[in-house]
């Protein structure tokens, strides 16, 4: 039951039709709670908030279905004035995007000069950008820009997916870029033929590239809510004397709130990765699909209202 529901839910993600319809009629259907709000002002105020509570930020203005240039620019402005505000009110916080709402599948030189925009606004605010991955079938183009980008930049990092088979081959081909990764699971829907089938598979590879990333000395952010992979990471980096520097947790806003606080208060860095924005439809429903339980909750905050 708990594959068909992910699978629906998948389903739904891509539905452009339900995308536009999301975008008129705003932030319903207990999306808030995942979702800061659509503005740059209701995203600056939920940063605040968090960093009161000694919670670092990433923060992602939302973006699908981006299908002319006009758009991608539009995106690109939009990130570049969310720079511009956590420079201006001196937040703890980065930047994440992904590559199709800067122009992936339309040109590489549309991708390219919006991501040299976004990346020397970001370095005059002294703000660190991360490129999300996406799909299995825009994997490859997103790591060979991000190595494009690393050759320019050194405020720019990028999202390894531990559900994918080619992930080891690329954690042993990005170390001599020395990168700054985040390490996930992966939240689409891929083959078997690209990626693991199995949990198990998934986390036992999860486990391994967290340990590969490490002990290559680079920085390495954990995005994962589950308590397994957070104790095998404060394990490994006590076994080898990792320094606390040279690795963060990452979760997402609105999921499990309690333990992000508990992880600050047991002195880890914690980030919380907190989207903002109109499209935040195809997002929502990929944070269905992940955990059954975030229906509950959704449900619960339809019932109250």
């Known amino acids: 039951m708990e594959q068909v529901m992910r699978n629906a839910f998948l389903f739904l993600s891509k539905n452009k039709a339900l995308t536009k319809m999301a975008r008129k009629y705003g932030l319903r259907f207990g999306a808030g709670r995942f979702v800061a709000g659509e503005r740059i002002d209701q995203a600056v105020q939920c940063i605040k908030e968090l960093n009161e509570k000694e919670l670092c930020v990433t923060i992602d203005y939302l973006g699908e279905f981006i299908d002319t240039e006009q758009e991608a620019n539009e995106m690109a402005d939009n990130s570049i004035e969310a720079i511009r505000a ?92 020395n990168p700054n990764l985040r390490l996930v699971k992966g939240a689409y829907k891929e083959s078997p033929n690209v990626a693991f089938p199995e949990k198990k598979d998934v986390d036992d590879n999860f486990k391994k590239i967290i340990e590969m990333h490490l002990l290559n000395g680079n920085y390495t952010a954990v995005a994962t809510h589950d308590d397994a992979m957070i104790e095998f990471t404060k394990e490994l980096v006590k076994k080898h004397n990792i320094p606390n520097d040279q690795f963060e947790f990452q979760m997402l806003y609105g999921i499990r709130p309690e333990r992000q606080l508990e992880l600050v208060k047991e002195g880890y860095k914690m980030r919380v990765y907190v989207p903002y924005g109109t499209d935040w439809y195809g997002y929502f429903m990929r944070r269905l699909a992940e955990r059954p339980a975030n229906v509950a909750f959704v449900l619960k905050g339809m019932i109250k209202k």
């Not at 970001?122 to 799909?135: G, L, Q, R």
């Not at 183009?141 to 997916?161: A, C, M, P, W």
């Open 86 to 177: 956590i420079g201006r009110e001196k937040l703890d916080s980065q930047l994440s995007l992904k590559m199709t709402s800067m122009g992936l599948d339309i040109s590489d030189e549309i991708v390219m000069n919006n991501m040299r925009r976004i990346l020397t606004a970001a370095k005059e605010n002294n703000v660190f950008v991360t490129i999300d991955m996406e799909d299995y079938s825009r994997c490859g183009k997103t790591i060979e820009i991000f190595k494009r980008l690393k050759e320019e930049f050194d405020n720019v990092g990028t999202v390894i997916q531990s559900y994918l088979y080619r992930t080891v081959a690329d954690i042993e081909d990005l170390n001599q870029y």
